[in-house]
């Protein structure tokens, strides 16, 4: 009689759990994400002998500071399979589209696989408060989006590229 009850109890056990669930749960359906693409469709293309690229940002996005920053990795020629690290800042050019030494970390985000594409999404809501905060040099024309390699010694010899999208801002406010 204790096997058949202890057994009987056992069998009952999901049906206790399906059971328990609160009658007044509410199915709220989460905040659709406002996203902001940058306006140029143009992409840009790292290599070994132009290790960093940049996208111009324009003042909305520093006025809003969107939470996160969605990088898209469209192509990736990597034969050698070597890690890829890619850094990201945010650095003022001037009126020549130079860049200045002044940088303003968003963050970095590694490939992997090491030879496929794929998006990532970095944290930039500081980095952008920082930016809109920071007073320009006088012959600033405005922030730039910068992604680079983070290139190791042994990586500068075996062909390298990656293609990044233009960048995709992305507010939780919905």
């Not at 109890?9 to 693409?37: D, R, Y």
């Not at 520093?62 to 996160?68: F, G, I, M, Y």
């Not at 990736?76 to 303003?104: C, G, M, Q, Y």
Request: charged share 20%.
């Amino acid at each position: 009689m204790k096997l058949f009850l202890a057994a009987l109890t056992i069998w009952s056990l999901p049906l206790f759990g399906m059971s328990c669930g609160s009658a007044n749960v509410q199915n709220t359906a989460p905040a659709k994400p406002v996203s902001t693409a940058t306006p140029a469709g143009e992409t840009v293309t790292l290599t070994n002998d132009h290790p960093s690229a940049s996208f111009a940002v324009s003042p909305d996005v520093l006025k809003n500071a969107p939470a996160t920053l969605e990088v898209a990795v469209t192509k990736v020629v990597n034969p050698a399979a070597k890690a890829v690290t890619i850094l990201v800042h945010l650095s003022p050019a001037n009126e020549k589209d130079e860049l200045s030494n002044a940088r303003i970390s968003v963050g970095n985000f590694s490939l992997y696989p090491v030879d496929r594409p794929g998006k990532f999404v970095l944290d930039a809501a500081d980095a952008l408060r920082t930016a809109a905060e920071t007073r320009m040099p006088p012959d600033a024309k405005g922030w730039r989006l910068v992604f680079e390699f983070e290139l190791q010694a042994e990586q500068s010899t075996a062909p390298l590229e990656v293609t990044i999208a233009p960048p995709n801002w992305k507010s939780d406010k919905g």
